[in-house]
């Protein structure tokens, strides 16, 4: 196994609040990282930094922890960018676009489905995502259900069944046996290849009673909760995934005051969607007031067809600094810690001895340069549990 030395790094962000300046960036200047095989061997002063087989010069470039998207949609067939123009044009978006989605997805091969996958996968390591969160939900039936979480399952270990994504068209008239399928015989076909279940929980979706009924089926065979909410409309959604304790609840955009108190009172991450609000021309998300609440907040990117086909977790950075309230070094701890919070996973998202060697360096000599230049491809280059990718 052969060690590997970063330095030369201008500014590094661990998270690590014991360290550094003392913020929950943990900010190190003129810092060195060692890293051993697949994870972090040492940090500090590059003054201090002990010798090993290989070099890396930073060039005086801020290096930060991978991004962590904690909510992706990418395994799905087709593209939906006319309703993307007509909702630029004014119209309204709504659920009812995902089923043009489970149309195409339905009709894709099993390659095709790898296809597209795999190029969202590319796509997000090379914006410096090292791990990321893949729904299924765009198969409806048990077999695309099954064979969506499938495909996901060769990219990502955090795979969420999402068969109460919609109720599909030919169940319309028929929600409660859908509900019986999604929590029997496609809860069974999915559950082996699935790390979490998650519900869209909102207008022209599946109300809260429901996500009930899915989520705590999920749950009784092995899978653990997380939840879509407040994305259309107030509802009792986010209640409902901090009583479960989900470990995240997702798009937040509609949150009451009792939300509030509840998120503040729990467990339960809060992410936030900025990709989906720019997407559809709907209200920003107040990340500001979650965080003044005390809220643990997580960007994400939200990658689908529909309502944000984003893959960008920089521009979602930029997006959460300008329009939701987030500082710079709140986002970039949002879209690193936050995503790894609201994955409940703690060997990434920080930059620390025994975690997983999973870096980013930029191309910009600190993390503001994230939201001040948006748009510009500042990711230089990514490391995989140690391998520079
Ligand atoms: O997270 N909100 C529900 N699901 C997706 C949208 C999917 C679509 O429009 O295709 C989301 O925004
Ligand atoms: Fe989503």
Partial sequence: MSSLLIDRIGELVTNDPT???????????DAAVVVDGAEIAWVGPAAHAPAADRRLDAEGAAV???FVDSHAHPVFAGDRAAEFSARMQGKPYGAGGIATTVGATRTATDAQLAATTRRIAGELLAGGVTTFEAKSGYGLTVADERRSLRIAGEFTG???YLGAHVVPAEYRERRA????LVTGEMLAACAPHAKWVDVFCDRGAFDVDEARTVLTAGMAAGLRPRLHSGQLGFGDGIRLAVELDAASVDHCTYVSGADLDALAGGNTVATLLPGVEFSTRTPWSDGRRLLDAGVTVALATDCNPGSSYTSSMAF???LAVRDQGLSPAEA???ATAGGAAALRRDDVGVVRPGRRADLTVLAAPSHLHLAYRPGVPLVRSVLKNGVVQ
């Fill in 316 to 318: 979602c950075i930029a």
């Fill in 158 to 160: 955090e795979t969420t």
């Fill in 64 to 66: 930060l922890p991978g």
């Fill in 177 to 180: 046996d859908y509900i019986d």
């Fill in 19 to 29: 360290v550094g300046d003392g913020s929950p960036l943990g900010l190190l200047t």
């Fill in 332 to 334: 970039v701890w949002a």
